[in-house]
């Protein structure tokens, strides 16, 4: 088995971990999003506002113009959430694999931890480098 085979079937390494931690992002995701469309929607609400304080009627052409212009913005704000959410779950899933991966194994070094034991060894991308090392050091101190 190739490590190309392997990483494709562990795609989820600790579930419970891994979708807590999207949840975290996507709340954050879905909260900026609609403060973001809520400024959008208040831009033109207000625009119009000022549009009938200055006395321009309402069945004026420049109303027509500013509900295309907003039915625009709503399109192009509607394909970038689509697309934030799609790269959010990309990387986020990315991110919580790379803490997920060193903990499984950091958990199994523990659990089988003995002078005789391998080296724990982290991919190099992996997120907790520094905890490697400690454990290593670790295992070696009780050969003596």
């Known amino acids: 088995m190739t490590s190309h085979d392997r990483s494709y079937k562990n795609i989820i390494l600790d579930a419970r971990f891994q979708f807590k931690l999207l949840s975290y992002f996507l709340g954050l995701f879905f909260i900026s999003s609609a403060s973001f469309y809520t400024t959008t929607y208040l831009f033109f609400w207000k625009f119009k506002t000022k549009g009938l304080k200055v006395g321009i009627p309402d069945d004026h052409i420049f109303y027509k113009f500013l509900e295309n212009q907003k039915s625009d913005m709503d399109t192009l704000f509607l394909g970038l959430v689509i697309f934030n959410f799609l790269l959010l779950l990309g990387v986020g899933f990315i991110v919580s694999h790379r803490i997920a991966g060193p903990l499984k194994k950091i958990k199994q070094q523990l659990k089988d931890l ?3 034991s391998d080296d724990l060894r982290l991919r190099e991308k992996d997120f ?3 905890v490697a090392p400690l454990l290593n050091e670790l295992k070696g101190r009780m050969k003596s």
Request: no cysteine.
């Open 114 to 116: 003995s002078p005789e």
């Open 128 to 130: 907790l480098q520094d």
